[in-house]
């Protein structure tokens, strides 16, 4: 087959595309949402299903989303058409892709303002503001920053102003040179901190929350929250990851990037649960306190720890960073799509696109504040566009990615792109995609509308 090139340049070097693809998944998913989530469900129950999704269904999924983005070389939405086409299927595939795009909307949305916060966070501390912090303290000047809606737009604004300027320039220009600095810098100061947690804080009892399974815990609702994060974490189920793999070289191993990313964003999210719930049990505050657990427990540490002042504003300043490159990956299938369909150019679609999600934003901000009694499906509106997009919308777009993978991808194609032969490891990840991950989704979809229970079958 004569094979097509990206319409957007292609990442230089195999590194630069292991970069990318680790910059998108490593963001607020491991250090802001995973130890709230783990915290609201019970901790360690939720965190070895999470593990075991991320195995089974996460990993699969990444092969086979940069597999079919290579294959494609489009945005996800052509992509999945042109290549559902090649294989003798319909082109309808290609709504898989719009769903994805939707998704990404309604994700970016809420990142943004959550990573407004730690650029609030990220100034507050240059201005010294968590010396000699307790936990009252923090604890009004988060709701300081919560109760003001205003100021949370501002930093909303800033965010996405930031977002927009990378994704206008072209991803693999812009992107690049932030993830290799602040990658390394961010593991670092996570070490650091882990080694407060150890000597500081109550170790022990974080560790059996986080890793000791209650399995009583295990509601069906943390389940599907659960799986909904390993879809989260790794930025799969979208086509975040299907875009990125649009603009890989020829030659790199798609498995072994996608291992070594999985491992990567897995250890990050754990450290950051060994970080944070030792400073929870240290401070007797609440593990299920919700979205705003890292903001009221990091700066206590940095409070209480020699040289803090300074860690802080490079730990808050790093996890913009992080968060940064995750938001560029869910701003880019659109704005592509925009480019390659309509002829825009990638400026003024990364500026419309960026504005519609900018003024979503604004339903989140307010589920803070003004809005914050407004309350539907138990909870507030950004409750429910979290819930939509990450449990329901990504695992979705995940079973339909790895059922076109498995099924509609004939043999022949998934391993010329995979490029492993037919042994083992193919043999491995074709049986991954084909059968446990679709199941396994399924399963957790339907045990988490109860049906499962009723029927009898659990
Ligand atoms: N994986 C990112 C994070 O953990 C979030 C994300 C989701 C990015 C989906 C792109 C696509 O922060």
């Known amino acids: 087959m004569a094979k097509r090139t990206s319409l957007h340049g292609m990442w230089s070097s195999r590194f ?11 963001g607020l998913g491991n250090i802001w949402k995973f130890p709230y989530m783990a915290g609201q ?18 990993l699969p999924i990444m092969i086979s989303e940069i597999m079919i983005g290579r294959r494609g070389r489009r945005n996800p939405i052509a992509t999945m058409r042109i290549v559902g086409e090649e294989e003798g299927s319909r082109p309808s595939w290609g709504l898989v892709g719009v769903m994805g795009i939707f998704a990404g909307f309604l994700i970016l949305s809420f990142y943004s303002v959550i990573a407004g916060w730690a650029l609030a966070y990220f100034v507050f501390s240059l201005g010294g503001k968590f010396n000699a912090a307790t936990p009252e303290s923090i604890g009004s000047l988060f709701g300081g920053l919560l109760g003001n809606w205003k100021a949370m737009a501002v930093w909303h604004t800033i965010f996405m102003a930031l977002t927009i300027a990378i ?35 109550d170790f022990a009892r974080g560790w059996v929350f986080l890793l000791q399974p209650n399995f009583a815990a295990l509601t069906r609702q943390a389940m599907l929250e659960a799986m909904g994060q390993a879809f989260f974490t790794l930025s799969v189920g979208m086509g975040a990851i299907m875009a990125y793999g649009a603009y890989l070289p020829e030659g790199t191993s798609i498995l072994r990037t996608s291992i070594w990313v999985v491992v990567a964003d897995t250890s990050i ?24 657990l890292i903001f009221e427990t990091l700066p206590l540490a940095f409070g209480g720890m020699p040289g803090g002042t300074m860690l802080a504003p490079i730990f808050f300043g790093l996890l913009v960073f992080a968060a940064w490159t995750s938001a560029i990956g869910l701003l880019e299938p659109a704005v ?9 150019s990638r400026r003024s679609a990364a500026m419309v696109i960026g504005l519609i999600i900018w003024g979503l934003g604004f339903l989140t901000i307010f589920s803070f504040n003004l809005m914050s009694d407004f309350r539907f499906l138990g909870g507030t509106i950004f409750d429910n566009i979290d819930h ?12 339909f990615i790895t059922i076109f993978a498995g099924w509609v991808m004939c043999k022949n194609s998934s391993s010329e792109e ?20 679709p199941a396994a989704v399924l399963v957790v979809f339907l045990h988490a509308t109860g049906l499962l229970d009723r029927l009898g079958l659990i």
């Open 336 to 344: 592509a799509w925009s480019v390659e369909s309509h002829g825009r």
């Open 167 to 201: 994704v206008a320039r072209g991803v693999e220009r812009g992107l690049e040179r932030f993830v290799r600095v602040a990658m390394p810098g961010l593991l670092l100061l996570l070490i650091i901190l882990l080694v407060y947690a150890i000597v500081a804080a």
């Open 269 to 292: 999210a754990l450290l950051a649960g060994l970080i944070i719930f030792p400073i929870v049990f240290a401070n007797g505050l609440d593990p299920a306190s919700g979205p705003g």
């Open 418 to 437: 995979l490029d492993i032969g037919t042994g083992p490891a193919y043999g491995i990840w074709r049986f991954l995609a084909r059968w446990l991950a």
């Open 16 to 26: 630069a595309f292991i970069l990318a693809v680790a910059g998108s998944a490593v």
């Open 388 to 399: 939509l997009a990450s449990n329901v919308l990504l695992p979705l777009g995940g079973l």
């Open 41 to 58: 469900n019970g901790g360690g129950a939720f965190v070895l299903f999470y593990l075991a999704c991320v195995v089974a269904i996460g």
